[in-house]
């Protein structure tokens, strides 16, 4: 309760930064993305995890302008990347299921992208099953807002939620991102090796990308490879970092 009125001042306070961590293409091992994770910094309570104040962020409705400040700070923060002279990078934003249930969404993504002059097509919105499978008819004519405004859509923490095949062939979307619990065990469980190997096939022929997620380990970037994974984020190549340091990574990047 005491905390929900510090998140609620939390925004007009400037307590809220953006981390940025690198999505790395698998063949060329370059970054190619940034999937931008806020974080919450009081000057009382020191560092407050997403893992906390999202959920209560959604609850109070207050993820509603705080979602509005992440999409605007990740898109400026893309934009001042190219500005520096980084090669255009793909920019990840989570959004929640209130978010996406606003009305207006797909008018606030276009004014936002315009605003900041970054191409659409280098803007991610992130969704999770469960908020398409909430009233999927709904969801999917979001979807397609958001396609004609020219953003990629990505299916986040794939594997977790429970949406039907049947209805993942009906999504607009771009690529899947495989949740980083299956990814965890992938080289000593069998089952989870299995179950991975068979999203990236399903995404590789329905003509998606597939993102690996939580890859903290050689072994496990190795065997994702093999199997054909497009993408991979985690430890293993870097945690999510401040814009800076974000930055002087795509510099040695290069
Ligand atoms: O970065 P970290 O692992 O601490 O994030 C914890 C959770 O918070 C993750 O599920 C992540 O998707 C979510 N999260 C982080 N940043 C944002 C954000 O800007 N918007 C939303 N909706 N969720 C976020
Ligand atoms: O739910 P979502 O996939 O958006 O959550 C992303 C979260 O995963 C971020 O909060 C980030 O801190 C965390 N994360 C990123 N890479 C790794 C990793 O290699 N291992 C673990 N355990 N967490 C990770
Ligand atoms: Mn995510
Ligand atoms: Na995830």
Request: with cysteine; hydrophobic share 45%; net charge negative.
């Amino acid at each position: 309760i005491a905390l929900t009125g510090k998140l609620r001042r939390a925004l007009e306070n400037r307590e809220f930064v953006l981390h940025f961590q690198p999505q790395v293409d698998v063949r060329t091992l370059r970054i190619v993305g940034a999937e931008a994770l806020i974080r919450w910094h009081h000057p009382q309570m020191g560092l407050v995890s997403p893992a906390r104040f999202i959920p209560l962020a959604e609850e109070t409705g207050i993820i509603v302008p705080m979602g509005e400040w992440v999409l605007r700070n990740a898109c400026e923060q893309a934009r001042a990347w190219l500005d520096g002279g980084a090669a255009p990078l793909r920019m990840s934003v989570n959004l929640s299921a209130c978010q996406f249930r606003q009305e207006g969404l797909a008018a606030l993504v276009a004014r936002t992208v315009q605003a900041c002059g970054l191409d659409p097509a280098l803007l991610e919105l992130e969704l999770t099953e469960s908020m398409l499978m909430e009233d999927p008819n709904a969801a999917i004519a979001t979807m397609h807002e958001l396609k004609a405004v020219g953003v990629r859509l990505s299916l986040d923490d794939f594997g977790t939620g429970y949406s039907s095949l049947n209805r993942l062939k009906g999504f607009p979307i771009d690529a899947l991102k495989i949740d980083r619990s299956f990814v965890r065990d992938i080289t000593t469980d069998r089952t989870d090796a299995a179950i991975t190997a068979a999203v990236v096939s399903l995404a590789h022929s329905l003509g998606l990308s597939v993102i690996a997620e939580g890859v903290e380990e050689a072994d496990q970037f190795e065997w994702l490879r093999r199997q054909g994974c497009d993408e991979m984020q985690g430890y293993h190549f870097s945690p999510p970092l401040p814009a800076e340091e974000f930055a002087s990574l795509l510099h040695t990047d290069r």
